[in-house]
């Protein structure tokens, strides 16, 4: 079990992913509520192409 004092530590997210677009991918992130990572407090995070994915997860998951 993780130390839910410590920093960045986050249990039971689910992260979903909508492809709206295959090639190049398009779409949008969906947190779940118990993640409390997206900026903002939006539920999606929108994103498009390979580079758009990363920066999508890289908002999501908190990465400093």
Do not use: C, H, K
Not at 11 to 16: A, K, N, S, T, Y
Not at 32 to 54: C, H, I, K, Q
Request: cysteine-free.
């Amino acid at each position: 079990m993780s130390d839910p004092d410590a920093a960045g530590t986050v249990d039971g997210v689910e992260i979903r992913i909508v492809l709206d677009r295959l090639d190049p991918p398009e779409g949008r992130l969906q947190v779940t509520s118990g993640a409390g990572r997206a900026p903002d407090g939006m539920s999606e995070v929108p994103f498009a192409g390979w580079l758009g994915l990363l920066r999508a997860l890289y908002l999501v998951t908190g990465s400093n």
